[in-house]
C-alpha cells in the first residue's frame, strides 16, 4: 500500500511528518511525501521505495479560504498528494495540517465516492475507563458546518464501518447526539435521521445477503453524557454541533488536568504526592493521549483521508500513515458503500444534484 | 422577599430541600415550601414566618409529560409554588427537581415576560483556574429544543443582565457557541444571530441614555474550547447543543476525575501519593462544586425562577433560595427587560402570535 502524506502544516515543521513517515515506512507502508525537501530532512539511509520524496514547497494549510487556494493552487503540497491518490500512485491521505486544505484539496481531486452527499470528519476518541480505556468514534466533527438528515443517516453507516475496521467491533452501537435519550427528543434534524436511520435498517436487513451480520446495532439518541459513558461505539452528530463537542471535550480536559497540577504544586505535601502519583498518571495520560489514534478520518471520498492533528510528533504522524494503510488495505471505502447501498441509502443518480461543497471548510 | 419552593422531586428527598430552606431562612430570607410535609420535617424551633409549610404531598417531578401535568394537577407542588409567585405571595421560584415541570408550571401561571419569544435556561458554571477559579454563565442548556435568532439575541440580554446581577460583571463578554471564531462561521442560526445582535447593540448605544452604560460587549464566535479559556462571561447557544455541552461537561469532569482516582489507587506508591495530595485536590473540588452557584436560572417569566440540581444537598437548596431572592432584590427580570427594550429586542406586540412553549419540555 502506498500513502500520500502531505509534509506542510505541522506545528513541528515538515522535518517531523517526513520522521513519521520514515517511522511508518519501517512498518512496512510506502510513502510519497509531499512538501519542502530541503527543510523535511530525510535520512539519507532511507530508500526511495520506501519513503519517495517529491519537491513541493508551497503550502495552503493556513490559507483562510482553503477551497479557491485547492483550485488555484495545483503545485500546492496537499493538492499534488490528492491527485497522486485520484491518479492511483497511491491509495489514501495524509495531510499533516489543515483540515481545510485536505478537505478541499479531495473533494476537487479525489472526488465524492458515488452516492454519498457529504463527506465528513470521523474522530476516534481515547476515552479512559478501566482496563485502558475505549475509543469513541465520533463524527462530524466538522467537514459540513450544515447538516441534512439524509447526510447523518450516511455518517452513521460510515462511522460503524470505521469501528468495524479501526477498532474491530464486529456489530458496533451507533447512537445519534441529542438533547434527551427518549424517542421523541431532539432537534427536527436528529429526529428525522432516527425515523430514516430505522427504516435503512430494516432496508438492509431484508435486502441485504442474509449471511451478513447487520451493518451495526442502533441504540437511538444519546446524550452529552454518553460520550464517555460507553452508551456507544459510534456517536453521530452535524459537524456544528460534533466540532463545538470535540473542542469543549479537548478544552475540559486540559483544565482539569492544569488544575489538577497547580494543586499539585500549591502544597510542600501536595508536591510530594504529586511526584509519588506520577508515574501511575503518565499511563492515564497516554492512555487519553489522541498521537495513539493517529488523527480524523476523511470518509466519503472515493479513497480515504486521514488528517492528524497539526500539534502531533513524528509518532503521531507515523501512526495516521499506518492507519490510512490500514483502512485502504481492508478496503473501508468499499465497505461502506456495500453497506450503503444494502440499506437504500446511496443518493440516487437520478435524484437531486451533488451538493455544493460546503462553503466553510474547516479548520482544526 | 418571599421566595416559593417545591420541595418535591429532589434525589435526597423533601426534608434535604426543607433544611436548605431553613438554612437560607437564617440569612434572612421568607420561604413558602411547597411539599409533603409530614416527610419535610422542619424543625418545631423554625418559626412560620421563616419558613411557611403549605402541604403539598402530589409530585410532577418525574412525569414524562410535564407540561400536560402541570396543567391537569393544579395541586401539585410546583404548580402550587408557581401559582403562589404568579399571586404576589412570593417574589421567586425555587423548583428542587424537574426542570420541565418547573418550565410547565412557570409557564402556565408565571407566564412568559413581556415581550420575550422564550424562556431560557441559564447556567453559571464554575470553571477550575487561578484565584479559586471564575463562572461562566451559558444559556439555553436546555429550556428548548429549537431557537430561532431573535430567540438568541434575547438569551444574550438575559444572560448579560444574570452575569451583572450574580457575578457582578458590570459589562459582561457575550459570545455566540459556534465552529470557529471567524466571523463568516457558524450554523445559519449563529450567522444571522450575530448579525441581529450587532444591530441591537447598536441601537442601544443610540437609544439608551447615554450616561448609562452598553449591556454587555459582544466578543462575537467562541469555540467549544472557551467554555474553559475565559474568553467570555456568557455563552449563548440554542437548548440542544446547550443541553449536550452541559451534558458533555458533566461527562468528561466525572471521568477525568474517576481516572485519576483510579490511578491513584493502582500502586502503593500512588495511593501514598494520592492521600497526600488528596487536601490540595478537595479546595480544587470545592471550586468546581455545582452546588455553589445554586443551579440554573429560569429566566423569561415575569418573574425569576431557579432550579437546582436534584441531586444537591441542603447546602445547594439553600443557595438557591438566597440566589432566587437575591435577583428578585435586584430585579433581575425588570434590568432584563429595559435593556431588551432599548435595544428594541423585545417581540412587539402587532407581531407575530407568541410561539407555543415547546412541547419537549427539558428534564435534567
Same mark, same amino acid.
Given at each position: 500500500?502506498?500513502? !500520500? ?44 521505495? +520506501?519513503?519517495? !520524496? ?10 483562510? +479560504? ?12 496537499? #493538492? ?40 465528513? %470528519? ?51 452501537? #451507533? ?46 439518541? #444519546? ?43 500549591s502544597t510542600p505535601r501536595a508536591q510530594l504526592g504529586g ?41 503521531g504522524f507515523a501512526q495516521a500513515i499506518l492507519r490510512a ?12 458503500h456495500v453497506a450503503l447501498e444494502q440499506a437504500g441509502a ?14 466553510? %471548510?474547516?479548520?482544526?
Open positions: 500500500v502506498v500513502v !500520500a502524506v502531505d509534509a506542510n502544516g505541522a506545528d513541528l515543521g515538515p522535518a517531523e511528518v517526513a520522521a513519521g513517515a520514515v517511522l511508518a515506512a519501517g512498518q512496512g507502508v510506502r510513502v510519497l511525501l509531499f512538501g519542502p525537501v530541503e527543510e523535511m530532512g530525510i535520512p539519507a539511509t532511507t530508500r526511495a521505495e +520506501d519513503v519517495e !520524496a517529491v519537491d513541493a514547497p508551497l503550502s495552503i494549510a493556513k490559507s483562510p +479560504d482553503p477551497a479557491r487556494a485547492a483550485r488555484a493552487s495545483p503545485e500546492a503540497s496537499i #493538492v499534488q498528494a490528492a491527485r497522486a491518490v485520484a491518479e492511483g500512485r497511491a491509495q489514501a491521505l495524509v495531510c499533516a495540517g489543515g483540515t481545510g486544505a485536505a478537505l478541499a484539496a479531495g473533494l476537487f481531486n479525489i472526488k465524492r465516492a458515488r452516492g454519498i452527499h457529504r463527506p465528513a %470528519l470521523a474522530l476516534p476518541l481515547p476515552i479512559p475507563g478501566p482496563a485502558g480505556g475505549r475509543t469513541l468514534i465520533l463524527l462530524d466533527v466538522g467537514a459540513n458546518a450544515q447538516a441534512r438528515a439524509e447526510h447523518l443517516v450516511q455518517f452513521a453507516f460510515m462511522g460503524a464501518a470505521l469501528a468495524r475496521t479501526v477498532l474491530d467491533i464486529s456489530s458496533p452501537r #451507533v447512537g445519534l447526539l441529542s438533547n434527551g435519550e427518549e424517542q421523541e427528543r431532539g432537534s427536527p434534524l436528529v429526529v428525522e435521521a432516527r425515523t430514516q436511520l430505522e427504516r435503512r435498517l430494516e432496508a438492509a436487513a431484508q435486502g441485504g445477503d442474509p449471511a451478513h451480520a447487520p451493518p451495526f446495532e442502533l441504540v437511538g439518541n #444519546v446524550e452529552g453524557g454518553d460520550l464517555t459513558s460507553g452508551a456507544a461505539d459510534v456517536i453521530v452528530t452535524d459537524g456544528f454541533t460534533g466540532n463545538i463537542a470535540l473542542k469543549l471535550i479537548e478544552g475540559v480536559s486540559q483544565t482539569m488536568l492544569r488544575a489538577i497540577r497547580d494543586a499539585a504544586l511526584l509519588l502519583l506520577r508515574p501511575a498518571l503518565r499511563s492515564f495520560r497516554e492512555e487519553i493521549d489522541p498521537e495513539g489514534q493517529g488523527g480524523a478520518y476523511l470518509l466519503g471520498l472515493r479513497r480515504l483521508g486521514v488528517v492528524p492533528h497539526g500539534s502531533f510528533t513524528r509518532h494503510a490500514r483502512g485502504a488495505q481492508e478496503d473501508l471505502v468499499g465497505r461502506t446511496l443518493r440516487s443518480a437520478g435524484g437531486q444534484p451533488p451538493s455544493a461543497p460546503d462553503a466553510s %471548510l474547516q479548520k482544526r
